[in-house]
């Protein structure tokens, strides 16, 4: 059975995930992992979005890694602040169902180019 939060509950909960993301003394990170490697990262805006209607909303897009670090499938993903603190984990990459979607494929080419368009946290 789901729990269901009131909406104002639930974005004073998002505001604290975007808080913990903003907590280091510069912009967070969304990397995404083939296993425990990291193969791209992008660097969030500073503050790192806005919460309104149960959504926190990433702010800046497009997000661009110039060079992706590794070549692999794009499994997961997590997001840190500045210090590397892991603020969320465990977010799965894949097709249009998963936390982090991906076009046209998850797989990365070391050097690749890659953008992030838009990324939102719902927090049912």
């Known amino acids: 059975m789901s729990v269901n939060y009131n909406v104002n509950v639930e974005n004073a909960r998002l505001q604290v995930v975007a808080n913990a993301i903003d907590a280091g003394p510069s912009n967070g990170f969304l990397r995404l992992l083939s296993g425990g490697t990291i193969i791209s990262s992008f660097q969030l805006a500073r503050p790192c979005g806005t919460v309104a209607a149960d959504v926190?909303?990433?702010?800046?897009?497009?997000?661009i890694?110039?060079?992706?670090?590794?070549?692999?499938?794009?499994?997961?993903?997590?997001?840190?602040?500045?210090?590397?603190?892991?603020?969320?984990?465990?977010?799965?990459?894949?097709g249009s169902t998963s936390d982090i979607v991906m076009s046209p494929t998850n797989f990365v080419t070391a050097g690749q180019v890659l953008a992030l368009l838009s990324a939102t946290i719902t927090g049912n």
């Open 56 to 63: 926190l909303t990433f702010s800046g897009m497009s997000l």
């Open 65 to 94: 890694d110039p060079a992706a670090a590794a070549t692999g499938f794009a499994t997961s993903g997590r997001v840190e602040d500045s210090t590397g603190t892991i603020v969320i984990s465990g977010l799965a990459v894949g």
